[in-house]
């Protein structure tokens, strides 16, 4: 599959079309052209809009108020910012979309090509929204042909000859075609002539922008060559594969990373390069481009970190005289970087650096947290490995039968990389070894677990927190650790894991409490160990700790966090300005012991180890230190007694304030039953303006 450049153009000012006298210039309007230029919008629309009314024939004007709509530069109306919070978005985004097309059609009706340009561009986009749809609900005609209808649309507005001398252009009509025999290739009733057709043209257009040194068409024609769309036919493959290296090399040499990965890809496996370099010269000319493509870039190219990882593992084309220890950290190094990009063959094989000690300290608990993040994104060798470790209790993953079972079954789901009798022989091993303990339940568990199975869908890290256990089965946390807003409507998860095992989000109207920030979640296996809590209020300088998992969105916290402080104050804020916590002030206390993100609802401790409070907020944005916040045990209660659910609890007299915390001690006993929240979102995908391509937006 074709992997494309990812972003959006915004060009700078662009002299086609811009040459025509602006009707009725004033110093007022020179000004807003001017405010526009510099992405001084709001002083840019007091001229422009009232121009557009009385004007039809200005078509500068026009364009740029439409572009600023494009950019949601324009206020909303009242009715709009009234709307209900569930229709609002939808109308925001139809009130700018329609808005922007209108002042763009006016323009490009007067031949504006960069009106031209962007109304070809929203069309497309729209067709991109429309395939989409079809990822979610399946290929239905209706869907391909509304997506067909508007490429068509946008092809129409670029078909402007001035339009067509231009790179941007050229370029957006070449990927419109190329994207149009994408379509009818999955159009049933479409002619192959159709599809190849299509391809043809946009190998027409990718070669005009090409020639002109864009490195993106460039890069693109490269591709085409490489799969053989759209070019002539009569070219053998080595051919195809020398003009592909052709291409790729000029848009590498323009500073186009995924060229550079493709090029370096080219000469690693001997394809369309010189016959006379040798295997070690060709290795050589690999890592050169990789290593110019891993690091191009704010991150650099994931790809290519990976494969420049591989080429240091294995001591191909590196410097001869590395060690082999140096040459696993070098190996390490990319494989990091890449893995931090989500790229799961990174994670996975800088998981096995782990657990053989290979350029890193051997770590077996991080090992499998790599595993993990590669077996949720669908990564069958991880997935494996995942259930072994639930399978034996080892690497920091508890020991759990159907957890097992499940990642062995999802790993049997897409057999393609490792022996699919070996896995189904762990299966049947797991399912023999599970009966025992489950008994006549062992079908209902079964047919649970393959139901997740069957719905599964790749995912990655979308929000963590901490949580903990307060009886066998509940685990509480706080609302906003698992929800993006305060009325509940946006879930940050569709699947919660707490130390990696599968809970779910406690069912009834009381198990989630926005207002003092409180949830509880489901665990359906029993545990051993669950908190304390002390019935009696903080005081006002007693010594408390946190226990908890700060910064784990970037996985690298990976063990408990534990800190220390003082109780300052027996309320929490009353400015609900000063922090995104908008709770009631009684339901909290204030203290010194530092906090990130990520300790949020994990408990607070007292010097003897009983949990006095949930971690919550503090107070960011401001040159204010030690100012943390967390929920007292009695607004706890309540919502506990609301859902029914009983504590232990201990009464306590303090007689010494200053007692020591030992930090050690309660971590130890914190751990037990502390945990992180993991709240995984499916991975969906989304139009190609953001992330499959790079259509060109002009701005002026």
Not at 685 to 690: A, D, I
Request: hydrophobic share 35%.
């Amino acid at each position: 599959m074709r992997v494309l450049a990812i972003f959006v153009i915004l060009c700078p000012l662009i002299s086609i079309g811009c040459t025509s006298e602006k009707p009725n210039e004033t110093s007022n309007y020179d000004a807003g052209i001017e405010a526009y230029k510099r992405g001084h919008y709001a002083v840019a629309l007091s001229n422009f809009e009232s121009r557009v009314m009385k004007d039809e024939n200005d078509f500068i004007a026009q364009f740029c108020l439409g572009y600023m709509y494009d950019l949601r530069q324009v206020p909303l109306p009242q009715n709009l910012k009234n709307s209900k919070e569930a229709e609002k978005k939808e109308k925001i985004e139809k009130w700018y979309k329609e808005n922007a097309e209108k002042c763009y059609i006016k323009a490009a009706e007067q031949d504006y090509v960069p009106a031209q340009n962007n109304l070809a561009v929203m069309y497309f986009l729209q067709s991109e929204e429309t395939r989409i749809k079809m990822k979610e609900v399946g290929l239905t005609p209706d869907l391909i042909n509304d997506s067909l209808a508007n490429l068509s649309d946008a092809v129409q507005w670029l078909k402007n000859p001035e339009a067509q001398t231009h790179y941007i252009s050229q370029y957006n009509i070449a990927f419109m075609h190329y994207n149009h025999a994408r379509l009818i290739g999955k159009h049933q009733p479409a002619k192959k002539s159709d599809k190849a057709e299509a391809y043809k043209d946009a190998v027409y257009w990718f070669t005009k922008a090409a020639e002109q040194e864009y490195d993106r068409a460039q890069n693109e024609l490269a591709d085409s060559y490489y799969y053989g769309e759209g070019v002539d036919e009569n070219l053998t493959e080595v051919e195809r594969w020398e003009e592909a290296v052709k291409w790729y090399t000029k848009a590498a040499n323009n500073g186009n990373a995924y060229a550079q990965y493709r090029l370096a890809l080219m000469y690693q496996n001997g394809k369309g390069v010189e016959a006379n370099l040798t295997e070690v010269e060709r290795w050589e000319e690999a890592v050169k481009w990789y290593t110019k493509a891993a690091n191009n870039g704010k991150n650099g190219n994931a790809y290519a970190q990976y494969y420049l990882a591989r080429m240091y593992q294995n001591g191909k084309g590196v410097d001869e005289n590395l060690t082999e220890v140096e040459r696993w950290e070098e190996a390490v190094k990319w494989y990091t970087k890449a893995a931090e990009q989500n790229y799961a063959p990174a994670q996975n094989n800088l998981a096995l650096m782990y657990q053989n000690g290979q350029g890193v300290n051997k770590n077996l608990e991080k090992a499998t947290r790599l595993y993990f993040q590669a077996a949720q994104q669908g990564h069958i060798v991880a997935q494996v490995n995942v259930g072994k470790s639930f399978e034996e209790g080892v690497n920091g993953v508890p020991q759990d039968n159907a957890e097992a079972y499940y990642w062995y079954s999802l790993a049997l789901k897409y057999p393609t990389e490792l022996d699919k009798q070996v896995v189904a022989e762990n299966i049947a091993a797991k399912v023999d070894k599970w009966r025992k303990s489950v008994g006549s339940k062992i079908e209902e568990k079964k047919n649970g677990i393959q139901k997740r199975v069957d719905e599964w869908k790749p995912k990655i890290l979308s929000g963590s927190g901490t949580g903990f256990y307060i009886d066998k089965n509940h685990i509480l946390t706080n609302a906003h650790v698992i929800y993006q807003d305060r009325d509940g409507n946006k879930r940050k998860y569709d699947e919660l894991r707490v130390n990696f095992r599968y809970v779910i989000e406690k069912q009834g109207a009381e198990a989630v409490d926005h207002d003092v920030d409180l949830a509880l979640l489901f665990d359906e296996s029993e545990r051993m160990y669950t908190a304390t809590f002390r019935n009696d209020p903080v005081y006002r300088g007693e010594k408390i700790a946190l226990f908890g998992y700060p910064l784990s969105l970037s996985w690298l916290s990976y063990e408990g966090n534990a800190t220390s402080g003082d109780v300052s104050g027996l309320l929490g804020t009353i400015k609900s300005n000063l922090s995104e916590n908008l709770q009631d002030p009684l339901n909290l206390f204030q203290h010194t012991a530092p906090q990130q993100p990520g300790n949020s609802g994990g408990p607070v401790f007292d010097s003897d180890g009983n949990v006095v409070g949930i971690s919550v907020s503090g107070l960011d944005g401001y040159r204010i230190e030690n100012v943390n916040f967390a929920i007292k045990f009695e607004a706890t209660q309540k919502f506990l007694n609301d859902n029914n659910i009983d504590v232990n609890s201990v009464s306590k007299d303090i007689e010494n304030m200053d007692k020591v915390i030992d930090l050690n001690k309660i971590s130890t006993k914190a751990e037990r039953f502390t945990k992180h929240v993991l709240c995984f979102k499916n991975i969906t995908p989304k139009p190609s303006m953001l992330t499959r391509m790079s259509i060109g937006y002009w701005k002026f």
